[in-house]
């Protein structure tokens, strides 16, 4: 079922359920985020996973017919169907507090830069690729967003719509 070219598909569960070999699962999908930022698949019990194109993860806490021809569902989440996954920046907005892995903590130069989608390099003794940033912020910590990490330079993966000199 379609809504002009629009079609909310449900991930497949898991390996057995899956129909197309590329998609993703929603078993990789709770891996890849366990693995990769240490958040527990507890966290996203609540939530069904759905995928608009090609490798565009959204996610929506509650449940719906298998197909759904609507505009919107829940948030953006994932970027898959690439060579690394991609978690947007709502998703580490909502779910970066639970991570204790891939996470780069920053001070408040450094996060200034940050959300004003500037480049810079930063010392980081753990994996390259996307990590999850954090702040101080009123006393906790709180994900700012995503960053991509390689060769001692993290670059902000903050859209320039939400960018924002501090």
Partial sequence: MTHGDVT???????????????AATREEVLDYWEDRFGIPPA??????????????????????PDVV??????????RTRQEFWKPTTDAVQRF???????????DADQASAFVAGEEQDIEWDGDWGYL???????????????????????????????????
């Fill in 96 to 106: 970066g507090r639970h991570a204790d892995s891939c996470v780069v903590h920053l």
């Fill in 43 to 64: 966290v996203f019990e609540p939530y069904t996973f759905w995928e608009r194109g090609k490798g565009k993860l959204w996610l929506f806490r509650d449940d719906a």
């Fill in 132 to 166: 999850i940033v954090t702040h101080d912020l009123a006393g906790e910590r709180e994900p700012l967003g995503v960053g991509l990490y390689t060769y001692g330079e993290l670059k902000s993966q903050i859209a320039k719509g939400r960018q924002r000199e501090l």
């Fill in 8 to 22: 909310f598909d449900r991930i497949p569960a898991d390996d057995e359920a899956r129909e197309d070999r590329d």
């Fill in 69 to 78: 021809p609507i505009q919107g569902l829940g948030m953006t989440f994932l």
